[in-house]
Structures are given as structure tokens and as C-alpha cells.
């Protein structure tokens, strides 16, 4: 069943053959004085898949080469490459990784970190803060290097313009629906189908999806589609085998749902190398 809305699993999200399942990792100390911000990456050559976790300290995620999918309470966020995704501290998660990704991240100490972001928040992975927080996780830096660093970093941290969040239901009279589609994007079962099927009436789950993701039904299964997409796309999976994989007839139609969504092409995420908008 679709986890509930206070437990951050990932719930049925279709997970690639060969996923590895890793736990939290080990927490550097809450105030690592003297520096605020701790910095690292690493190649991970199969998917991977890290369970429900919170740290102590604030962390920047972001990717190359692949696709994070992160899950915090019932929205979903896509993270691929050119976006990161800030997760204030305390904030329980999970994440995905597609395999031969570089995953980096960055963990900001609270008491010393003057930019503040509340919530869960897409960050634009800019080519200087990429460039400023890979200088970081270097262990050659004098103290005065980093500072000077740690400082410009606080300065470019922005919230991106653009970003993919998927709001799950979470709502017991449409939850088969959307299993069933987390399991198979290409599920290509109408209203009625499902109406007939859970012996409630089309309407029901018309408001039902309305009232849980402000999404129809159509719309809510074309973002999942695109969600999927985004991952597959920036894995380096070719549009038409991305298309036939989340059950369009024709590629042409996939380009035209993604288009609508995402404004721009299944051939132009991977042509964007920093920033998607």
C-alpha cells in the first residue's frame, strides 16, 4: 500500500533491478568548528537507495550523470542534474539514485550558516557553487581558503525557478490508483476502469485526486509519467525507449505530455548541462 503521510518511505516507487539499500550515513558532530560547511561525492555504479533518515545538520544533494529522486513526507522531488535540493535539518527522508551517478553533498552546520531555507527547497547548482563546494570537499584548504570559500558559497545559494515535486494522495479511496501507477508508470487504466474496480463512481475519484494533489486524475498520472521520465532522460535512457517504457503509442506523444509539463523537450534535459528552466 502507498505509505501513510507521516512515514517518509518511498512506499511502492518502482525500485531497478540490482538496487542497493543503504542506511543513513554517519553524522559529522552538529558544529563542526571552525567551518560551517562539509563537503564530499562519490561515484555509486549501481542504483542505489537510501532508507528514511534525518540529520542534525542542513544538506545540499545534488547529482551528475544520473538522477536523485528524494521523498519528504508526501511529495516526491526530483533532483536532476543542474538542480539541487536543500533539506533543512531535522527534516526526515529518503532518496534514489540512478546507477553510474556522482552524487555529491554538503551538510551546513545551523549555528553557523546564515542562509536559511525552511523547507524543502530546489537550489540551481550553478557551475560556481558546483565549483566552490567540490573546492570544499578538497582536505589541502588552510583555514582562511575556506572561509573565504564557506563565504561565497552563502552568497549563491538561490532557489531555483524551476523544480519537479510530485504531491502523492495519501488518500485511502485513490491510494490503489496511485500504487498501482508508482509500480507501472504505464498503467494506462482510465477512470472508468478504476471506478469499476474499486466499486466507487469516476466523480469520486475525480475529487478525490482534486482535493488530495490539486491535480485530475490525467493530470496526476502525466506528472508521474514525466517524473519518471526526468530520471530515465538524464540516466541517458534515448527518448524513444523512455516513451515506450511509460506506455506511449507514439513518441511523438510523449514529447508533446513532457513538453506540456516541463516546457521544454526529452531532448533538451540532456542538452542543459546546470540549469533546468
Known amino acids: 500500500m502507498i505509505a501513510p503521510a507521516d512515514d517518509p518511505s518511498l512506499g511502492t516507487w518502482r525500485r531497478d533491478p540490482g538496487t542497493i539499500i543503504r542506511r543513513a550515513p554517519s553524522m559529522p558532530p552538529e558544529e563542526p568548528a571552525p567551518f560551517a560547511i562539509l563537503a564530499e561525492s562519490e561515484v555509486l555504479d549501481v542504483p542505489t537507495e537510501w532508507s528514511p533518515h534525518a540529520h542534525p545538520m542542513h544538506e545540499l544533494v545534488w547529482v551528475r550523470g544520473g538522477t536523485l529522486t528524494s521523498r519528504v513526507g508526501k511529495r516526491v522531488f526530483t533532483v536532476p542534474p543542474g538542480l539541487a535540493l536543500w533539506l533543512p535539518a531535522g527534516v526526515t527522508h529518503g532518496g534514489r539514485l540512478t546507477a553510474g551517478a556522482e552524487f555529491h553533498d554538503a551538510f551546513f552546520a545551523p549555528g553557523r550558516t546564515p542562509v536559511e531555507f525552511p523547507a524543502p527547497t530546489p537550489i540551481t547548482m550553478s557551475p560556481l ?71 466507487v463512481s469516476d466523480r469520486t475519484i475525480t475529487r478525490a485526486f482534486r482535493e488530495a494533489t490539486g491535480l485530475s486524475f490525467a493530470q496526476w498520472r502525466q506528472a508521474l509519467r514525466v517524473h519518471e521520465a526526468l530520471a530515465l532522460l538524464s540516466g541517458g535512457a534515448e527518448v524513444r525507449d523512455v516513451s515506450e517504457r511509460l506506455g506511449y503509442a507514439q513518441p511523438s506523444t510523449f514529447i508533446a505530455a513532457f513538453r506540456r509539463v516541463m516546457r521544454m523537450t526529452p531532448g533538451q534535459v540532456s542538452q542543459i548541462p546546470y540549469q533546468l528552466s
Open 129 to 199: 557553487l558546483e565549483s566552490l563546494l567540490v573546492r570544499l570537499a578538497r582536505d589541502d584548504l588552510g583555514a582562511a581558503e575556506r572561509a573565504r570559500t564557506e563565504a561565497v558559497v552563502f552568497d549563491v545559494l538561490e532557489p531555483a525557478e524551476r523544480h519537479f515535486a510530485l504531491e502523492l494522495p495519501g488518500d485511502s479511496r485513490i491510494d490503489p490508483i496511485a500504487e498501482a501507477l508508482l509500480d507501472d508508470p504505464a498503467d494506462d487504466r482510465g477512470l472508468q476502469e478504476w471506478a469499476a474496480e474499486l466499486g
